[in-house]
């Protein structure tokens, strides 16, 4: 670490992770430490116990990465000691605006409002205590709500991609982290390897080409990880029915209310888990929130009765089904099918690409390669099509399941498994 340290921290993926004062100041607010009680794989310990990890590791762990990654594009980007420190205090708040059960409760805030996370992370760096921390440093709280998420336009594009995207400290950090805590081998790739191999070329994060497999051992790890933990079936069976009963109990808890920062920071995974499980019953939907949650924490989860996995290189399956009009009226038509209630059936596709988005936001085709030609430096952007195994992944995992509760299976899979009995299934659905 070039910056000068005052405390440090002993984290189980990267060791001792050293803290400027600016960041032990920010580590030290509510707002940072609140991320202590938000999972950073939401109901994955219900599949894999060790997954208890959470936000406040992650975002320390990403600040440690992004000060490696910095560091060692010194001598290709001629960033100083202050952009060093912007990057690691950027990748300390990226999360910092995570509801509870993280990418679960963005679902819920989808189905009402057109709010991400990063809008709230935004919020939260303008018009909390983190505000005076950083102004009273030396750094505008503005420009840093914005570089935070990866949205800074008027710094160098590099910058933003150290924060968001393929090759950010990001995912570098949470494939280490979450394949620690679940105990699976995916995500443990060889980013010292990869660190050591990124260059500024042309203004963006490039690779050297000698490095060229540790990059596809990322992409790959990602992956794998999507398939094992991220996606996996149970896990998602979980997520779906807290998910449920978030949306069930939504006007009754006020979970997607953003009038008031103070309530919604106060809006933990314990704290959710207790109210929707402490539901008063009055009306069938808060019944069945209660329902749903109980069982969530009981770990009594709905079966998947019908799965189907198609890659694509466009997002025209999940973009499909991620519309909440069709993905209702699928599910009406398989309860009917099966003569069930409907709120027992439960759609579900991923909507994020098999390789990461870059930090624009856009799909990820193509890396950025440097490699020597007559002693020469040269830059050419490659496609991923082109190397053989990212390519063969590269696009849209659709994983397409239908699960429902464990006496309602026989006739929920009778009725998709005719719904869906030939590979055309985009065709069955009238939008």
């Known amino acids: 670490m070039i910056l000068k340290a005052v405390a440090e921290i ?7 992770v050293k803290m400027t004062e600016v960041e032990r100041d920010l580590i030290d607010t509510p707002f940072v430490q609140r991320l202590r009680r938000v999972h950073q794989l939401a109901g ?4 894999y116990p060790g997954a208890v990890h959470t936000r406040f590791e992650h975002v320390v762990g990403a600040m440690h990465l992004a000060g490696q990654i910095a560091e060692s594009l010194v001598p290709s980007s001629g960033i100083c000691l202050d952009e060093v420190q912007v990057l690691r205090i950027a990748a300390l708040l990226h999360d910092v605006g995570h509801g509870p059960f993280s990418h679960m409760y963005e679902e819920v805030l989808a189905k009402k409002t057109k709010v991400t996370h990063e809008d709230i992370s935004q919020r939260i760096v303008l018009e909390t205590q983190i505000c005076d921390v950083l102004e009273r440093n030396g750094f505008s709280a503005k420009k840093m709500s914005r570089f935070a998420v990866g949205k800074q336009s008027k710094r160098p594009a590099f910058m933003n991609e150290i924060i968001a995207g393929g ?24 980013v010292r390897r990869v660190i050591d191999s990124l260059l500024v070329a042309e ?14 051992a990322l992409l790959l790890a990602r992956y794998e990880m999507f ?13 779906l029915m807290l998910v449920q009963s978030m949306k069930l109990a939504d006007d009754s808890l006020g979970l997607t209310d953003l009038s008031d920062l103070n309530s919604y920071l106060e809006l933990t995974d314990e704290i959710v888990l207790h109210r929707l499980t402490n539901l008063n019953p009055a009306t069938p939907e808060l019944k069945e929130a209660r329902r749903l949650a109980l069982d969530f924490r009981n770990r009594i989860l709905v079966k998947c009765v019908f799965e189907r996995v198609v890659q694509r290189k466009d997002q025209m399956v999940s973009s ?3 519309k909440g009009k069709v993905r209702e009226q699928v599910t009406a038509e398989i309860a009917e099918a099966a003569g069930v209630d409907k709120v027992h059936v439960f759609l579900d596709v991923p909507t994020t690409p098999s390789v990461p988005y870059t930090s624009s936001r856009e799909a990820f085709t193509s890396v950025r390669i440097v490699q020597n030609e007559g002693g020469k430096r040269v830059m050419e952007s490659l496609p991923l099509s082109e ?4 390519g063969s992944i590269a696009g849209f995992m659709d994983v397409l399941r239908f699960y429902t509760t464990p006496e309602n299976r026989r006739s929920v899979e009778r009725a998709t498994t005719e719904m869906f009995k030939d590979k055309s299934f985009t065709s069955k659905i009238s939008v």
């Open 203 to 216: 203004g963006h994060l490039a690779v050297e080409n000698a490095a060229l497999y540790a990059f596809e």
């Open 44 to 47: 994955s310990y219900l599949v």
């Open 167 to 190: 090759l950010s400290a990001d995912i570098m950090d949470y494939l280490l982290r979450d394949s620690y805590f679940t105990g699976v081998e995916y995500g443990k790739v060889d």
């Open 227 to 239: 398939k094992a933990v991220y996606f996996h079936r149970t896990v998602r069976a979980a997520e």
């Open 387 to 390: 190397l053989p195994l990212v």
């Open 10 to 16: 002993r984290d189980p993926v990267h060791g001792y």
């Open 320 to 322: 499909l089904f991620a």
